[in-house]
């Protein structure tokens, strides 16, 4: 098993690479941080990964995604899983003001992840196997005024792997948007992080893993999360206008 994992310091990035790892996969792993992948590749190689190699790139800059994916996969041999795991949740407040703060937010949540994501998909087509597994998020449901910016770049990014996995539908690949619900990482850190709602990176990284041998196109992570975002896409509006959520 040969794995690229783009935003390999993600903290449910992480914790799906030793998941990888346990099971001697190799990996790439992309991030921008030298120092945090190469302390990610030997811990890694410890939990037995057979081998673990790293590139430093920002993923959300404009370069020929095609051929720095090419690039990884011919420094990885070949590839079987690509996880795309990075992603940014911004200021909300600061970006319904300030343009260029909402473009980068959707910039690295929709714009980036879509070209890493159809880069990949060419690449699984041509070979005719191999999973895409993209995170995505239950943001991407319903727009809420507290994270409409990222949650709107989710939600493009949900209906793009979603016709990704329709056009793989008769073919060998697959593509899978894994959808957490809110998670306890960095990106959460700051806020009331109690409650039964809340899931831990390992257990988000449990149904990455998972979904990404087994497939099916939209993966709620808890999957409770699935009848959760029922009720609250069904909400009528006079409702769901009154709530503070
Ligand atoms: N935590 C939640 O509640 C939650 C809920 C639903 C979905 N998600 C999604 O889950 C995924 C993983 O997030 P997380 O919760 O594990 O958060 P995290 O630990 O904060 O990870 C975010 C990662 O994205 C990387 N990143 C951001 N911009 C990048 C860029 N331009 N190039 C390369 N790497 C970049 C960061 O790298 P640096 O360290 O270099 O900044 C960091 O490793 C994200 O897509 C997020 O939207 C999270």
Not at 23 to 32: C, D, K, P, T, W
Not at 94 to 123: C, G, P, Q
Request: charged share 20%; with cysteine.
């Amino acid at each position: 098993m040969r794995v690229i994992i783009l935003g390999a310091t993600s903290a449910i990035a992480v914790c799906t690479a030793r998941l990888y790892a346990k099971e001697g996969a190799s990996l790439l792993l992309v991030g921008r941080d030298e120092n945090r992948l190469s302390q990610m590749a030997a811990d890694l190689k410890v939990r037995g990964a057979e081998r673990v190699e790293i590139a430093v790139h920002d993923l959300a800059a404009e370069t020929d995604v095609g051929a720095h994916l090419s690039g990884f996969i011919t420094q990885l041999g070949g590839v079987d899983h690509v996880l795309i795991a990075y992603g940014i949740l911004g200021d909300q407040h600061a970006a319904e003001r300030d343009l260029v703060a909402a473009a980068e937010i959707l910039k690295v949540n929709f714009n980036s992840a879509a070209a890493w994501s159809l880069a990949t998909a060419s690449v699984l087509e041509r070979q005719g196997r191999g999973s895409l597994v993209v995170i995505g998020s239950v943001a991407g449901d319903r727009g809420r005024r507290a994270n409409f910016i990222y949650g709107a770049a989710k939600a493009g990014l949900e209906t793009l792997v979603e016709g990704i996995a329709h056009r793989f539908a008769d073919k060998g690949p697959r593509a899978v948007l894994i959808k957490p619900g809110p998670t306890i990482t960095p990106m959460t850190e700051g806020m009331n992080r109690k409650g039964l709602l809340w899931a831990t990176p390992e257990k988000i990284a449990a149904i990455t893993h998972a979904r990404a041998y087994r497939g099916g196109s939209i993966a709620y992570a808890p999957g409770f999360w699935r009848y959760i975002m029922l009720i609250i896409r069904t909400l009528p509006g006079v409702i769901f206008n009154r709530m503070d959520i």
